[in-house]
T-cell receptor, first 109, second 117 residues
Framework: KQEVTQIPAALSVPEGENLVLNCSFT??????LQWFRQDPGKGLTSLLL?????REQTSGRLNASLDKSSGRSTLYIAASQPGDSATYLC????????FGAGTTVTVRA | EAQVTQNPRYLITVTGKKLTVTCSQN?????MSWYRQDPGLGLRQIYY???????DKGDVPEGYKVSRKEKRNFPLILESPSPNQTSLYFC????????????????FGAGSRLTVL
């Protein structure tokens, strides 16, 4: 059974600092890994999708890396802003889609 | 606007009182799914449907029912709610070929927060 872990559960940083969010998974036989953003009262928004054959994906200030053999992914958010405050979820697609519990990020102005 | 709409968004009810959470999508998606989200746990799949009249259990189906009589609607039914079903519920949808190919292009609803006293 695929287990997805996100550490830390919560993170608070001052504006401008770079964010590093971690995701680990137990079964390396995956199709892809996806990072989502969750805002209170809103649904999940997909940020980045990394296929199993890829090492990283970039979108603006966001960069996600994937090391399938070690079962790890990292989401980097450069020069954080208060608007980046949200919960970030990692989801791994193997035989099904398995979600981590998320990291709640607060960016202080 | 392409979207998944859930209702109600917030509900407080009592043990044993049947309730239905509706989910509707306007994107002609074949695949629809219900998840619940609890503190410290990831989203867990309750039920999913690959098309009209085709439904299957997810990881945590106990205490829930679903139906898929129309393509656009996928209601979640709690026949006799209990306090352990207090949770945040999400409905999601996608084109079936995207799901089968491994592309996780799910569109999520805004969530329904349910409290069972």
């Amino acid at each position: 059974k695929q287990e997805v872990t996100q550490i830390p559960a919560a993170l608070s940083v001052p504006e401008g600092e770079n964010l590093v969010l971690n995701c680990s998974f137990t079964d390396s036989a995956i199709y892809n890994l996806q990072w989502f953003r969750q805002d209170p009262g809103k649904g999940l928004t997909s940020l980045l999708l990394i296929q199993s054959s890829q090492r990283e994906q970039t979108s603006g200030r966001l960069n996600a890396s994937l090391d399938k053999s070690s079962g790890r992914s990292t989401l980097y958010i450069a020069a954080s802003q208060p608007g980046d405050s949200a919960t970030y979820l990692c989801a791994v697609k193997s035989s099904k889609l398995s979600f981590g519990a998320g990291t709640t990020v607060t960016v202080r102005a | 606007e392409a979207q998944v709409t859930q209702n109600p968004r917030y509900l407080i009810t009592v043990t044993g009182k049947k309730l239905t959470v509706t989910c509707s999508q306007n994107m002609n998606h074949e695949y629809m799914s219900w998840y619940r989200q609890d503190p410290g746990l990831g989203l867990r799949q309750i039920y999913y449907s690959m098309n009209v009249e085709v439904t299957d259990k997810g990881d945590v189906p106990e205490g829930y029912k679903v139906s898929r009589k129309e393509k656009r609607n996928f209601p979640l039914i709690l026949e006799s709610p209990s306090p352990n079903q207090t949770s945040l519920y999400f409905c999601a949808s996608s084109l079936l070929d995207r799901v089968l190919s491994g592309a996780n292009v799910l569109t999520f609803g805004a969530g329904s927060r349910l409290t069972v006293l």
